[in-house]
Nanobody, 123 residues
Framework: QVQLDESGGGVVQIGGSLRLSCAAS????????IAWFRQAPGKDREFVAA????????DYEESVKGRFTISRDNQNNTVFLQMANLRPEDTAVYYC????????????????WGQGAQVTVSA
């Protein structure tokens, strides 16, 4: 049974920073890619960032490039999303998701999801 647990969400002011964590209870964590998606109220779930199984390849949605950084610690089965210079439009529930080896931007390619972490950026 694969379980993903997000943490680190909260309320932050415009321009502030947060770090989300995604802890995975899965064997051979190093064989899986992890992606972050987000969903704002009334909007579809959208891709944010992803990292492949080894951490050698990352991908970012255009609006977060240069502000968000995805990284992983395979020894501790955790992926991080460091978010800086946050904007009101970053407000959403953030989900991490897992799939084998290579990351994609398509949510339908991911079978295992966390419960989500709320990020709220306020003035």
């Amino acid at each position: 049974q694969v379980q993903l647990d997000e943490s680190g969400g909260g309320v932050v002011q415009i321009g502030g920073s947060l770090r989300l964590s995604c802890a995975a209870s899965v064997r051979t964590f190093g064989s899986y890619a992890i992606a972050w998606f987000r969903q704002a109220p009334g909007k579809d779930r959208e891709f944010v960032a992803a990292i492949n199984w080894s951490g050698t390849s990352t991908d970012y949605e255009e609006s977060v490039k240069g502000r968000f950084t995805i990284s992983r610690d395979n020894q501790n089965n955790t992926v991080f999303l460091q978010m800086a210079n946050l904007r009101p439009e970053d407000t959403a529930v953030y989900y991490c998701a897992l799939r084998s080896l290579w990351a994609t931007r398509n949510a339908d390619d991911y079978v295992n999801w966390g419960q989500g972490a709320q990020v709220t950026v306020s003035a």
